[in-house]
Structure formats: C-alpha cells, structure tokens
C-alpha cells in the first residue's frame, strides 16, 4: 500500500539525504548514520517505501529455538534410541503401562521393534541401529550448532520433512521472518529531496497528550494492514475444549453430570457389575493393581450381601471378599453409574426417568497403537426408568451422535453387565478404519436387583479420545496429549464445535 504524500517528517528527510547518493545500504548502516535504533529505523524506512521513495530488498531468515526437551534428547538421545538400547540390554523388554508411548511409536515406525508374546524384540534394522548416529538427533544437533549462521537457511530447506517432524515433537520451534537486506532511494525519493520537512508526531507520548500540543501538529500515517509479528494468546487445549462440549450436547439433552473417584475397589468396578472374579479383565494385563493402598474395604455390608449372592447364584462358584477389596484404577466410568443405580433406584415413581453421565479418565494396561493409549477418556451414561427398551437407547445415542455430525452405526455386542448388548461405530476415511464409539445395553436385572431397584437402566460407555480424529488434524491420539507447545498454537480444528 503507497501513502498519500502528505509531506515527510524530518527524521524521513535525514533517512533519504543518508541515501541520495543511491548506494544499497543495510539497516544496520541506516541506524548507525541516524543515530536511531532499528525500531525506529524500520518506522521511517516502511513510511518512505509506502511512499515509493525508497526500494526496500528482502530475504527470509530463521529464528531456531531448541525446546527443553530437545536439548536433553541431544544430551542423552531420543526416547526411540534409548527404548532399543533397553531392549538390546536385556535381550527383549516385557511390554507394560511404563514404556513411553513415544519412543514405542517412533520404533514402530522406524521398523526397529516388533511385539512377540507380550514382548518388545529388535528387528535387524533395530539391531543395526543400536548405538550408530541417529539422522533426527544429529539434524537436531546441527541446528543448534549453526543459529544464526548463513547455513542455517540451507540446512532447513534440504530437511524441511525432517524438521517438521521435529517440531511437532516439540523438539524445536522455529520462527520464519523477512529482513531487509538492502535499502536505495528511488526517483520519487530524490523529488522529496527537495521538500521541507515537517514537524509530525511520529508516537503519542503522555506529555504530548497532556500538553494539546497534539491538537496544532500533523501525525504521521501509518499502514494498518501492514504484517505484524505473530502473536500467540492462550487458547484451550483441543481435549477439553472438547469435552466441555460433549458436556453441553449431554446437558442439552436433559442429563445431569456426575462424578466418582479415581481409584476404587475391585467390587464397584467388576464384583458389582456382574464381572466374575476370574474374568479376565481383572488380570493384571488389563488392570492396574494398586500396592498403596492394597486395599479398600465395602462399607455398604448390606449391598455386599447382595452381591454376594448375585455372583454365587449367576456364576455358581466361589466368590472372595478378599478379591473384591483389592484397590485399582477404575477400568471405565461404569463403576460410577453403579454407584448412582443404587442412589437413585429408588426415589418417587414421579422422578423418573433419571438421565445422568459422567466424563472422566480410565485406566487399562493395553497395547499401544494410534487409536489406543493406557490412559483413556470414558463418558459413561444411563438412564433409569420404567418399561425403557433397547430403542429408547438407540434414539439417544443417534440424537447424540448428529450433533456431532456422525453418522453412527449399530450392531449387537456382547458385555458382561448388559442384556441386550450393542456397540456403535462409524467409518473413518482419513484411517480407513471402522472406529468403536461405545459399548452399552440394557443392565442386567441381577445387577438393578442387588443394587435394590426394580427399575430398567439403559446404559453406554464411550471413548471420547477416538472422537477427536474427526476434529483434530493428528495421526494418533499420543500426538494430542504430549505437551507440544508448538502444536497447541498452530493446530486447526477441523470442525467448528
């Protein structure tokens, strides 16, 4: 955009005496002759261009940061370096809840390790990586070593793939700039030559305001459509931007949020829910047993009866109390929906139907992949009432769904505390893939029946995570939960909400 001559303020006129002789000059060469520093400089130089008084070159530099975590994977080598130099050691590595997610997918990708009977083995490619140089952490390296040198530009573009992927590992951040390399004066410049300069206020000040001096001067323009750098203000994480929108679909449609602890005892979560205590689920391959405390008592001796009874009678076996206190992490959100079966079962005829759900993480010690993590986010919902059937559950879980734009599919499933089961799924292109939305049914009568209600309860669970592929631009879900800075900033959602 050129300005409209208005005249030049006698700063620009002292900018384009400096360059009459038509020499390039840098901006450093502008600010020692001006004796201004460079944010002043840039000022006057991008009024004289917008004026077409002076040519202005321009080449693109980086501004490279490495993040802290990038300087200790310098230090002590990537998560996937040391995740092969574990297993090498020990001839194989047991896989569990304490491998980083991180350095397992970044093996998997680099071919180096494959799983075998519950067991992380070195392919040969793994096997030969094993203590050589690793190209990202010395491309990591190379960055650091040359900021601010002429290089740095050359390096860049020949790995552009490679850095990118390191800065979404939030491994480094790097900022592309345009800076003025040269500056001449032009025709129209040397015609203002000739012009006398004036006075104009060039930035407000306090004194200048409280003064009026203001009111008898002219102001300098300024182009407000210029590029500025960016700026980066706090913005909510996608996840719980997210789930507080998955919040307000369920309130809308009449529900109330509940919550429940963390850790539990295995009765609420299995013994309660029909789950036979060899079931297993309750393996420590799927479960994450606690050792502080082992323990946590039943307090509701009348409930336990019942439960007791329910498994003896269902299961015909054996049934341990000792089993049903062993203390855990909560496997889904189920376990609070039991304990609000037996809360609200039994209120007035005229309170139902009861729509509750609650939203929050769960444990199972699994395999990892893009679509599975050990940490998960589980809404679980029912609804309590009389003569409710399978199709009132349906209607539901479609009326949810459409508000999120996805078109769910149903077919019968089989769990343990539901009789009729179903899941629902849906098709998705980007992984060409069938994705589970949730697993739920109608529960069981011998599970109402020990919890004291003779009432129907519709219930479902879902995984909230896998749902975000359809809103955020990732290829697995350990993408969104590690704390990349960098990520958080530039990623766009690709649904509004």
């Excluded at 946590?296 to 015909?316: F, P, S, Y």
Aim: proline share 3%; charged share 30%; with cysteine.
């Amino acid at each position: 955009m050129v300005r409209a001559a208005e005249g030049i303020s006698k700063e620009e006129s002292m900018l384009l005496s400096y360059l009459k002789d038509g020499a390039k000059r840098s901006m450093e060469d502008v600010c020692r002759a001006l004796g201004i520093d460079q944010s002043a400089a840039a000022s006057y130089v991008e009024g004289m261009e917008n004026l077409g008084a002076i040519s202005v070159q321009r080449s693109k530099q980086y501004d490279i940061q490495l993040t802290e975590e990038g300087k200790r994977d310098i230090r002590e080598g990537f998560p996937e370096e040391r995740l092969i130099g574990s297993i090498a050691k020990s001839s194989g590595l047991k896989i569990s809840g304490s491998i980083d997610s991180i350095a397992l997918g970044w093996a998997r990708k680099n071919g180096w390790v494959v799983a075998e009977n519950g067991s992380l083995k070195l392919t040969d490619s793994g096997k030969s990586a094993v203590g050589k140089a690793y190209p990202y952490r010395e491309l990591l390296s190379s960055l650091e070593n040359r900021r601010g040198s002429m290089l740095i530009e050359k390096l860049i573009k020949e790995n552009k793939n490679k850095i990118d992927e390191l800065a979404k590992r939030g491994l480094v951040t790097i900022k592309e700039r345009n800076q003025i390399s040269s500056i001449s004066i032009t025709d129209e410049g040397r015609k203002l030559l000739g012009s006398k300069p004036e006075e104009m206020i060039t930035s407000l000040s306090r004194d200048i305001i409280k003064s009026d001096i203001w009111k008898s001067k002219k102001f300098k323009s300024y182009d407000v459509s210029d590029p500025t750098e960016r700026a980066y203000p706090a913005r909510m994480h996608p996840s719980h931007r997210f789930f507080n929108y998955i919040r307000s679909v369920f309130s809308s449609m009449g529900f109330s949020e509940v919550e429940g602890p963390i850790i539990n005892n295995a009765f609420w979560n299995f013994d309660a829910l029909f789950s036979p205590q060899d079931h297993p689920t309750r393996d420590m391959q799927d479960t994450f047993f606690l050792s502080n405390p082992k323990e946590i008592d039943i307090n509701d001796l009348e409930v336990l009866g019942r439960v007791r009874r329910m498994h003896k009678k269902g299961w015909k076996g054996a049934w341990k109390e000792s089993l049903a206190k062993q203390a855990l992490l909560r496997t889904h959100n189920t376990v609070v929906s039991v304990k609000n079966i037996l809360k609200y079962g039994s209120l007035d005829n005229s309170a139902y139907p009861v729509k509750l759900f609650s939203l929050g993480k769960v444990f199972r010690n699994e395999s990892i992949d893009y679509k599975h993590l050990n940490e998960l986010n589980q809404l679980d919902g029912i609804i309590i009432g009389n003569s409710l059937t399978l199709s009132n559950l349906i209607f539901t879980m479609r009326e949810f769904y459409s508000y999120l734009g996805i078109d769910v599919k149903f077919k019968p499933s089989y769990f343990p505390f539901v009789e009729p089961g179903m899941e629902g799924y849906y098709y998705n292109k980007e992984h060409n893939d069938n994705i589970e939305l949730f697993g739920g049914g109608i529960i069981r009568k011998e599970i109402t029946k020990a919890m004291g209600t003779n009432k129907t309860v519709l219930a479902w669970g879902m995984g909230l995570d896998r749902m975000m592929f359809d809103y955020v631009e990732t290829s697995s879900l350990s993408e969104i939960y590690r704390n990349q800075v960098g990520w958080l900033r530039s990623f766009r959602y690709k649904k509004s909400m």
